[in-house]
């Protein structure tokens, strides 16, 4: 497995248990409509989605600025 890839792999983990953890600690004060049901595809679902894609693209960000900040360095 490539450098890049394992990189990858370990972003969008993080991005999947970042995610999924705010939505749970937010659950509690979003709209009944935004609140996921178990075993059914819902807008719940796709705003637990809407956070991990967030995290991701938050996590790729910082990536990005720390790879270029090293770049700078040499």
């Not at 990858?8 to 996921?36: E, F, K, S, T, W």
Request: contains cysteine; glycine residues 6%.
């Amino acid at each position: 497995m490539s450098k890049s890839t394992m990189a990858n792999l370990v972003h969008a983990l993080i991005a999947v248990v970042g995610g999924n953890a705010a939505y749970i600690l937010l659950v509690p004060y979003l709209p009944a409509g935004a609140r996921h049901l178990r075993s059914h595809i819902d807008l719940g679902l796709v705003v637990d989605f809407w956070f991990c894609l967030v995290v991701f693209g938050i996590v790729k960000t910082v990536a990005k600025k720390r790879s270029e900040a090293k770049l700078h360095r040499q």
